[in-house]
Structures are given as C-alpha cells and as structure tokens.
C-alpha cells in the first residue's frame, strides 16, 4: 500500500483550506452584492443589518416599539412609529381620532398588506357612514406587548395624538406574563420581561459560510424579538416539557391582579383626558397545533375576558364581546391567535356595527 508522502499531506491540507477561504470568501461576496434583501436579512450578522430594517426598536422607556419609518413589502410604520400611513400629530378640528391598543392582533401581523389591517378597514368603513367628521383610526398595536406596554404606550405615545376613542384589545400577551416562575410575578412584569439585550454572536456565525449553512437549516436563527427581550423566568414556553396541570397550577397561583389593574389604570388615563374608552373581549381558536389550544392558555384567555367584562360593569365601560362573536373556523385564521385577511375583515364588521349601534363616534365624553 502507497502512503501519501509529507510533501502529499502538506498539499491536500493546503488545498483543502484554500478551498474553504475561497468558499468563505464567495458567501461574503454573494451576501454583500447578489443576495436579494430578504436574504440580506435573513444570513447576515445582526450587527450588519441597518437598525431601519428592524421591524422593532429598542425604546428607553417602552423597551420596544415600532421602528419609525420602516417598510418591507407593504407593511410600514409611518414617521411616529405607528403602522400604516403617515398622520399629522395635532388632530385637525373635522377629525375623529380612535386608537386601537394591543398586541400583534392589533398590528394585524399576519396580513402583509397595510391596507387589509383591521384598523385601516374601520377606517374606511366608519369613512362611509359618517358624513360630517373624517374618521381616523391609529394601529398602535404591537407585537408581543402586554397591558404593562400598552398603558406606557398611552401614556407616552397616545396622548400626544389627542385620540377622542381609545379601543382596548389584549389576551394572550398577558397570560405569557402570568406563566413565570410564582416568585418572579410581580407589578414591574420582570418575571416575563428584561429590558432590551443583544445576544452574544455565537462563535460559529462568525463564518459567512457557516452561518448561511446553520441558517438554512434552522439550528440559528437572525436576531429575533424574543431574544432580546424574554426573561428566563418566563415557564410558558416549556409546554413540551411542564405538564398541563404544572402550567395549570403556576396559572392558578399567579392571579390576573396586574391586567386588571392595568386595564383600569388605562381607563383612569383615559377619563382624565377626556377620551373615551372601547374594550373588548380577546378571540382565539382551539383548531391549530399551537399554545392557544391548550388547557393552560384557553382557562387564561377565559379569565381574562371574564376581568375585561367585570371591568366594563364596574366602570361603565362599553364592551364588545367579540371572543363571543368571531368565529373559530379555521379558514377565519392564520393560526391559534391571529386572524388572516379573512377574519379580518368579519372582525371590522362586528366592530363597525357595535360602534354604529352605540353611536360612539362624536358621543360625549365621560
């Protein structure tokens, strides 16, 4: 048998090393001047990609928000970091300005199109059947926020816009903020939340090649919102590995105390500003493979409609039952938790007639 000699072995390492820099060398360049700007996103180091092309950005105070003037196909946030179109931020004297809170559901996440959101289709038909104001409605819902975000959103962000209408419509964020560790569920949401943290670049991404070859196939992933700020007390996520009675009891320790106080603590906001309040019943459906067909999370969905309804007696609150109302076939959804193109548009309905019925556009104030 013929071994390789010294002089061979040099040679094939050598080549096969040249081989990689040059392999190496080529993603660099594909991904740099060839790859189309979703692949851009998708391969590169979090580092490279401009901080516009975020969806989200981090805020000093909110943690997070829309990032201002983002666009990727036709989705966008105009110059206030709001989804849609561009507003001028003192509201005209013929306006009437409503502002719909929330999370994803509210961003209307899984429609693409700004136009087919929900807020921008109440817009339009609310346009129709009002002959003496113009109508606005603002989405400034977004993803992954809590009642904590909203009622800073309002605060914050909301009033500045002088809305005559605020529409309330949280869920399922805030049963995630109830499936913490008991000892980490307090008032400040740190069991659930941490403030905003870039993750350390894994070794191995530093490679061009590597990380385009990890990234195709799902072992990493692009700097993604949950990185960054989800705290490790957050249980909820362990669903493959607590079971449904552990999850069930953490649920059942830690009360809705906080949502309730934070619905109420918008309200009071709200009162004190003279701008009216909408709430509204949160909808899901059981029919997809996803958290929201669980036991832990449709009791905590439950629950939580069950406070929002308490409140609305309690406060005087107009409330839409919408869970009530919105039909749980899946042709209506996208997944578990959000509504697809479809569903949006019945959900503009129930919404368009309840205010129509309730004559809530141009009503007094409380």
Do not use: C
Not at 29 to 36: D, R, S
Not at 93 to 100: E, K, L, M, P, W
Not at 207 to 229: C, E, Y
Not at 246 to 274: D, S, V, W
């Amino acid at each position: 048998m013929k071994f390789f000699s010294k002089y061979e072995y040099i040679l094939l390492i050598g080549s096969f090393i040249i081989s990689l820099l040059l392999t190496e060398i080529s993603a660099v360049i594909w991904l740099k001047y060839f790859a189309e700007e979703s692949q851009y996103r998708k391969y590169s180091l979090y580092t490279n990609v401009p901080e516009t092309k975020f969806q989200w950005s981090k805020h000093h105070y909110l943690n997070y928000y829309p990032t201002p003037n983002y666009k990727r196909g036709l989705t966008s946030h105009n110059s206030l970091g709001f989804r849609g179109d561009e507003i001028v931020r003192i509201k005209q004297d013929d306006t009437y300005r409503i502002v719909v809170l929330g999370g994803s559901t509210t961003y209307t996440i899984e429609v693409d199109d700004d136009d087919s959101t929900f807020t921008k289709l109440l817009e339009n038909e609310l346009n129709k059947q009002i002959d003496n104001l113009k109508v606005e409605v603002i989405n400034a819902g977004v993803g992954g926020y809590t009642t904590w975000e909203s009622l800073l959103n309002l605060q914050l962000r909301i009033l500045d816009l002088v809305p005559d209408l605020i529409i309330i419509y949280h869920g399922t964020n805030d049963v995630h903020s109830r499936l913490v560790l008991p000892e980490y569920y307090k008032s400040d949401n740190s069991g659930y939340r941490k403030q905003w943290q870039n993750p350390d670049i894994n070794i191995l991404e530093r490679s061009a090649l590597l990380r385009i070859f990890l990234r195709k196939f799902g072992l990493t992933h692009q700097l993604n919102l949950g990185s960054v700020i989800s705290s490790n007390h957050f249980v909820g996520k362990q669903l493959d590995i607590l079971s449904q009675e552990e999850l069930i009891q953490i649920l059942n320790q830690n009360k809705p105390i906080y949502f309730k106080r934070n619905i109420e603590n918008m309200i009071a906001i709200a009162r004190e500003n003279q701008i009216a309040v909408l709430l509204s019943t949160w909808a899901h459906t059981p029919y997809f493979n996803d958290y929201a067909s669980t036991l832990v999370y449709r009791i905590g969905f439950s629950e939580h409609n069950n406070v929002l309804k308490s409140i609305a007696i309690e406060k005087n609150i107009p409330l839409i039952d919408f869970a009530k109302y919105m039909s749980k076939d899946v042709t209506y959804w996208a997944d578990g938790r959000h509504l697809n193109e479809k569903g949006v548009k019945l959900k503009t309905q129930y919404f368009l007639e309840y205010i129509m019925e309730n004559n809530m556009i141009g009503a007094d104030h409380e």
